[in-house]
């Protein structure tokens, strides 16, 4: 499974814009960037995820780096609810293995 | 209308116990998972099932037995329960041929092997 590297820790103010980042240089062709997040005392959720182009969604954007080498999850506008550990995760879409591979994650905290 | 259920939320035990914990999905999925996140936060993947056949086993000891009555339902028997046993175990699903193959995670049972 490719590796990620993202920072240990961020920190934000409430309705302030967070860039998280990801490093992923060793990327295959068919890696999926996918992007979840563990709020405290609960099961992780799934956030985002993206091959080439960069994504939107309610929750968030992912923008994908041109040689996919790096990948940046941004939170539009902070919220308090938004503290979580977030994980970015690469996925092999086209190897039949459906699991997700957590590495450490960035634990965001969101100052009011 | 829990997407993702499990039992129990908490469960202590001593060591050398037989313990199960149950998982249930309501979303129609074909695929589930368990996860184990230990104390310092690592989440690895243990099992998975789909449509009930076992499709990933990752170096898990075989005190360790995943059981799919149905597609709905995975739950985990743990043998001879042990110290290092302790942590917090998730339950996942999702659906296979979904391009986002997104998994819903259940909310987690924390085991405390004493």
């Known amino acids: 499974d490719a590796k990620t590297t993202q920072p240990n820790s961020m920190e934000s103010n409430e309705e302030e814009p967070v860039h998280l980042p990801c490093n992923h240089s060793?990327?295959?062709?068919?890696?999926?960037i996918h992007w979840y997040r563990q709020l405290p005392s609960q099961g992780p959720e799934y956030v985002i995820h993206?091959?080439?182009s960069n994504v939107n969604n309610r929750m968030a954007s992912l923008a994908i780096a041109e040689d996919r080498k790096s990948s940046t999850l941004i939170l539009h506008r902070a919220t308090l609810r938004d503290a979580a550990v977030y994980y970015c995760i690469l996925r092999d879409e086209g190897g039949g293995s459906e699991k997700l591979v957590f590495g450490k994650g960035t634990k965001l905290t969101v100052n009011p | 209308d829990t997407a993702v259920s499990q039992t129990p939320k908490y469960l202590v035990t001593q060591m050398g116990n037989d313990k199960s914990i149950k998982c249930e999905q309501n979303l129609g999925h074909d695929t589930m998972y368990w996860y184990k996140q230990d104390s310092k936060k690592f989440l690895k993947i243990m099992f998975s099932y789909n449509n009930k056949e076992l499709i990933i086993n990752e170096t898990v000891p075989n005190r360790f037995s995943p059981k799919s009555p149905d597609k709905a339902h995975l739950n985990l028997h743990i043998n001879s329960l042990e110290l290092g046993d302790s942590a917090v175990y998730f339950c996942?699903?999702?659906?296979?041929?979904?391009?986002?193959?997104?998994?819903?995670f259940g909310p987690g049972t924390r085991l405390t092997v004493l």
């Open positions: 996942a699903s999702s659906h296979w041929q979904d391009s986002n193959n997104e998994q819903f």
């Open positions: 993206g091959l080439t």
């Open positions: 060793t990327i295959s062709g068919t890696d999926y």
